[in-house]
């Protein structure tokens, strides 16, 4: 059964610094591969997605993700945060049929200014 | 207004009742899920529903029932609420075939005492 693992909880950065968020997944066949932020109170939203093509994909706020399959990550990235990226992101894999989705349990984003 | 829709956003019952929360998108879109979302836990799928007429188990499905006669709506019904159903829940639907993008509604937070 596929799985997806995001190792880190809860993360804080500075405003302006770098950022990187993990997530591994299991599936044996070619993932298709998602990260969705959703903000408090707040549903999901997509911020990028991958199928195939060019292993780094650029989405929505500024962010990208890289796809590497040989270690089975798709790490979500951002150049330089801004305190209103401060949320919780979601890396999920869809798998087979049905369009249905596997997410990992989420990590939490503060932004400190 | 155009989107995804959840009624109630708020919702309090007690162990045993039958409560029913609503789910309404106006995309027609053919897929509609139902997830709960956990801390520490992330995004489990309940059910989903392909189209009209047509629904199956998620992860964790027990304790609910779904249903769907028209495309746009897919209510999810708790028939004996437990304290273990107090959770966040979120509709989300996704057009067939669009490689899996799901559009979440706003959620609604169950607590059932």
């Known amino acids: 059964a596929q799985s997806v693992t995001q190792p880190d909880i809860h993360i804080t950065v500075s405003e302006g610094a770098s950022l990187e968020l993990r997530c591994n997944y299991s599936y044996g066949a070619t993932p298709y591969l998602f990260w969705y932020v959703q903000s408090p109170g707040q549903g999901l939203q997509l911020l990028l997605k991958?199928?195939?093509?060019?292993?780094l994909v650029q989405g929505i706020k500024g962010f990208e993700a890289e796809f590497k399959r040989s270690q089975s990550s798709f790490n979500l990235r951002k150049p330089s945060v801004h305190w209103s990226d401060a949320a919780e992101y979601f890396c999920a894999v869809g798998t087979g049929t049905a369009s249905k989705l596997t997410f990992g349990t989420g990590t939490r984003l503060q932004v400190t200014l | 207004d155009a989107g995804i829709t959840q009624s109630p956003r708020y919702k309090i019952t007690e162990t045993g009742r039958q409560v029913t929360l609503m789910c309404h998108q106006t995309w027609s879109h053919s897929y509609m899920f139902w997830y709960r979302q956990d801390l520490g836990h992330g995004l489990r799928l309940i059910y989903y529903?392909?189209?009209?007429?047509?629904?199956d188990k998620g992860e964790v499905p027990d304790g609910y029932v779904v249903s769907r006669s028209k495309t746009e709506n897919f209510p999810l019904t708790l028939e004996s609420a437990t304290r273990s159903q107090t959770s966040v829940y979120f509709c989300?639907?996704?057009?067939?075939?669009?490689?899996?993008?799901?559009?979440f509604g706003p959620g609604t937070r169950l607590t059932v005492t």
């Open positions: 529903s392909a189209a009209a007429d047509i629904t």
């Open positions: 989300a639907s996704s057009e067939s075939g669009h490689y899996y993008e799901q559009y």
């Open positions: 991958y199928f195939s093509g060019d292993t």
